[in-house]
């Protein structure tokens, strides 16, 4: 067994135990070593997500890792978990979020994408990189992604398109995202605002006002053109 997997001895156990009456904070926190391996992952992919260099990097004892994770494979869980936390649920509510048009719902999912701390675009490029390592990772990203879109598809469907087209349009706007996030897309934010006007115009098939693209240039802290 991989000494990354594997919980630490009787005598470890025994340490941490005593350890733990002693001074609750010698080991850490559960946030702090999820911080560190999403850290881990998104500069250095999954292969770089490793329990001693982690406990290095922190300045804590390995043994005291296994307060927070059973092992290594429940820390990479736990990785999953967050990105699907993340991302997942800030499209999803961006999706919900009230519209009265189609242009002014497709421009709630615009900022989504364009809000980091709502969906982060490199934590999804280091997912999707980790899981063409694993079938396992790669089975929960295309079902990750089926959620998306139909949360996407029910965004159009509420603006009164068909299943069909719906759907044709939901694919646009996310796969647009995604080549934008694989294809590590490096755009000036005024080139890129630019374009959202013809964006929203492809997406759903009508323009935006002018008063809802200046209420989403001030949602993303930006200046009224």
Request: with cysteine; proline share 3%.
């Amino acid at each position: 067994m991989d000494i990354e997997d594997s919980r630490p001895s009787a005598a470890e156990d025994a340490t941490i135990k005593d350890a733990a009456t002693k001074d609750a904070g010698w080991r850490g926190s559960r946030d702090l070593w999820l911080k560190a391996a999403l850290s881990a992952l998104m500069e250095g992919g999954v292969d770089a997500v490793k329990i001693q260099p982690l406990a290095s990097q922190l300045n804590l004892s390995r043994t005291s890792f296994y307060w927070f994770f059973e092992n290594r494979t429940s820390l990479l869980a736990a990785l999953l978990d967050h990105w699907d936390g993340k991302n997942t649920t800030a499209l999803v509510k961006a999706s919900e979020a009230y519209a009265e048009t189609p242009a002014e719902g497709m421009l709630n999912v615009i900022h989504c994408f364009l809000e980091q701390e709502a969906f982060d675009p490199k934590l999804e490029f280091a997912v999707r990189g980790w899981a063409l390592q694993s079938d396992e990772v790669m089975s929960r990203v295309n079902s990750t992604d089926e959620l998306r879109l139909a949360a996407l598809v029910r965004l159009l469907q509420r603006q009164g398109f068909e299943e069909a087209e719906a759907d044709a349009r939901a694919r646009t706007v996310y796969l647009t995202q995604i080549g934008y996030i694989s294809m590590q897309v490096r755009e000036p934010m005024q080139e890129r605002m630019a374009r959202v006007p013809a964006y929203v115009r492809i997406f759903c098939g009508e323009a935006a006002t002018g008063s809802e693209l200046a209420r989403f240039r001030s949602r993303l802290g930006l200046e009224a053109t």
